[in-house]
Antibody
Framework: QVQLVQSGAEVKQPGSSAKVSCKASGGTFSNHGLSWLRQAPGQGLEWMGR????????HYSQKFQGRVTITADKSTNTFYMEVTSLRSEDTAVYYC???????????????WGQGTLVTVSS | EIVLTQSPGTLSLSPGARATLSCRAS???????LAWYQQKPGQAPRLLIYGASSSATDIPERFSGSGSGTDFTLTISRLEPEDFAVYYC?????????FGQGTKVEIK
């Protein structure tokens, strides 16, 4: 069973950047990608983007294109999500999730990290 | 993008009762590409159902999904104490993947 362990909570100033990590163990990504999603306080879930580990290519939601970068370190099975130009509305719990792509469709989210709270405040 | 609307917003039921949660899409979801997740306070979501009606690994039989097109349902046959949580539907028929706003199942 794959396990995803994320880095700890962060407090950031408006205008700065945050980089969250997600270390995978116990599974493979041969048929999967690694997605990042977020959940603002008391709100629902929002998909931000994903990476295909074997290719190292990121794909982003239009909303986050240009402000979010997702990378992978294959040597350590660790994934990273960096978001720049932070504003108060970016305060949220950020999740990594192993996703499964389906023929004819896109992907659902099989396994989740525990979440990382990023607070943007001056 | 496809908008998912879940109803009701909150469902107040007693343990042992049957729960019926609805998820309606703004357009038809291709090939029943709809998933359901459970989220408890302070925890990450957990996949329950994919393909509208297929159970994920280790999910109890009391959870079942049905539906097609624009209307989908998650049914919990008999609520156990650990089932009181928020439930989200998610479509993966077209990009970007989108979620409903959630249904909270609370103890009556």
């Amino acid at each position: 069973q794959v396990q995803l362990v994320q880095s700890g909570a962060e407090v950031k100033q408006p205008g700065s950047s945050a980089k969250v990590s997600c270390k995978a163990s116990g599974g493979t990504f041969s048929n999967h990608g690694l997605s990042w999603l977020r959940q603002a306080p008391g709100q629902g879930l929002e998909w931000m983007g994903r990476i295909i580990p074997i290719l190292g290519i990121g794909h982003y939601s239009q909303k986050f294109q240009g402000r979010v970068t997702i990378t992978a370190d294959k040597s350590t099975n660790t994934f990273y999500m960096e978001v720049t130009s932070l504003r108060s509305e970016d305060t949220a719990v950020y999740y990594c999730a192993r996703d499964r792509r389906v023929d004819g469709g896109i992907y659902y989210f099989e396994n989740w990290g525990q979440g990382t709270l990023v607070t943007v405040s001056s | 993008e496809i908008v998912l609307t879940q109803s009701p917003g909150t469902l107040s039921l007693s343990p042992g009762a049957r729960a019926t949660l609805s998820c309606r899409a703004s357009q038809s979801i291709y090939s029943r590409f709809l998933a359901w997740y459970q989220q408890k306070p302070g925890q990450a979501p957990r996949l329950l159902i994919y393909g509208a009606s297929s159970s994920a690994t280790d999910i109890p039989e009391r959870f079942s999904g049905s539906g097609s097109g624009t209307d989908f349902t998650l049914t919990i046959s008999r609520l156990e104490p650990e089932d009181f949580a928020v439930y989200y539907c998610q479509q993966y028929g077209s990009s970007p993947p989108t979620f409903g706003q959630g249904t909270k199942v609370e103890i009556k």
